[in-house]
């Protein structure tokens, strides 16, 4: 009986020799679980899907220079997450400038653990879909892919306590948004 690591490099050579049904399991394995992470960052399935598509592309094309050094999924997931932000560069509309205003202390942690249980995974993921992109874009990096604030500083383009304060108003339009709706 194969293990998963031995399917994914089974996967790995199939697609490397460029063959379609290889990369045919290899989308259809992943593409589910890469949906999601792209839904994070867009405001629509239809965008969510375009980004997992040029995902993938990358993935497919990159394909070569998979180092072993994680699980597939892991490096595949690291390939949408960098798509999904480069897709959220391309489509801000707007640069919010830092101004004193946006230094905000950190949000209640009271607060944020007190989401009623009755919601959904899926209800959050709606809401978040709904938020402004720019807090949006925080929220997923640091909540959901576990990146530091200088690593979202990096990506982003935008300073540490801008960071931090979209962060606040992400926790907190979220909080509203879930409270008004229940």
């Not at 990369?23 to 867009?42: F, G, H, W």
């Not at 931090?164 to 509203?176: C, H, M, P, Q, Y």
Request: charged fraction near 25%.
């Amino acid at each position: 009986m194969k293990n998963a690591l031995t399917d994914d490099l089974d996967l790995i050579k199939g697609c490397l020799a460029n063959d379609r049904n290889s990369q045919r399991i290899l989308y259809n394995k992943y593409a589910p679980k890469m949906l999601a992470v792209c839904m994070r960052y867009s405001t629509s399935k239809d965008e969510a899907e375009d980004v997992m598509i040029e995902g993938f592309m990358k993935v497919f094309t990159s394909l070569e220079s998979f180092a072993y050094k994680s699980s597939l999924e892991v490096w595949i997931r690291s390939i949408m997450t960098h798509c999904a932000i480069n897709s959220y560069r391309k489509n801000q509309k707007f640069r919010f400038a830092e101004t004193i205003e946006e230094m905000a202390e950190e949000p209640d942690a009271q607060a944020w653990n007190s989401i009623p249980d009755s919601i959904s995974e899926k209800e959050i993921l709606l809401a978040i879909q709904k938020m402004p992109p720019y807090l949006q874009a925080v929220l997923n990096l640091i909540a959901f892919d576990g990146y530091s604030y200088e690593e979202v500083s990096q990506e982003l383009e935008i300073s540490q306590v801008t960071v931090r304060t979209r962060l606040f108003r992400a926790k907190k339009w979220l909080l509203d948004y879930i409270y008004s709706e229940h």
